[in-house]
Structures are given as structure tokens and as C-alpha cells.
């Protein structure tokens, strides 16, 4: 007979209302994103939005597994796009 793997134990619930929290917080930075295609042309944007995506995606791996480092999924969404938005400005003339 081969045995089950223990259980990991159960994380206190407010590392839980901690992701959640995260979770609301990407939400937030995603409108910020889409207001991002008044300076933004539509390729770039569409790219911004892709990776907004990709990060959700990160944020709803994270909450099943760390929850604690949900938060810095939202942090980490609002560095790329100001930081794009930035060096898009600098580098290839994106003006509002």
C-alpha cells in the first residue's frame, strides 16, 4: 500500500482575506490599465492588457498556494504599466 502525502495545514483565514484583498487591488490597477489607452496606442495597450491578464492569472495561482504574497501581484502590475507608460512617453513620443 503506498501511503497519501500528509496535509499541509490549513493557513489562518486572514492570510485568505489577505489575497482577497489582492485580488481587489489587481482589479483597481486593471482600470487603471484600460485608462492607460488615452496615452497609450492600441498595440501597446493591447500588450498592457495581455500582461495585466497574465498577472491575474499569477494572483488566483498565488491565493490557492501563499496567499500573503497576493498583494504584491497588484504592486508589481502598477511598476509595469507606470514604468511602460514612462519609457513609452521618453522613448517613442506617447503624449494624451
Do not use: C, K
Not at 12 to 19: A, E, F, K, S, T
Not at 25 to 51: C, D, I, Q, R
Amino acid at each position: 500500500m503506498s501511503q497519501a502525502p500528509p496535509a499541509q495545514p490549513a493557513s489562518p483565514r486572514w492570510h485568505r482575506v489577505l489575497g482577497y484583498l489582492g485580488i481587489a487591488a489587481h482589479v483597481v490597477v486593471g482600470y487603471l490599465y484600460l485608462v492607460a489607452g488615452l496615452v497609450t496606442p492600441a498595440p501597446w495597450l493591447v500588450g498592457f492588457l495581455l500582461a495585466w491578464v497574465a498577472l491575474l492569472g499569477v494572483a488566483i495561482w498565488l491565493l490557492s498556494r501563499h496567499p500573503l504574497w497576493v498583494p504584491a501581484v497588484p504592486v508589481a502590475a502598477l511598476v509595469l504599466l507606470v514604468g511602460g507608460v514612462s519609457l513609452g512617453g521618453a522613448l517613442l513620443g506617447w503624449t494624451a
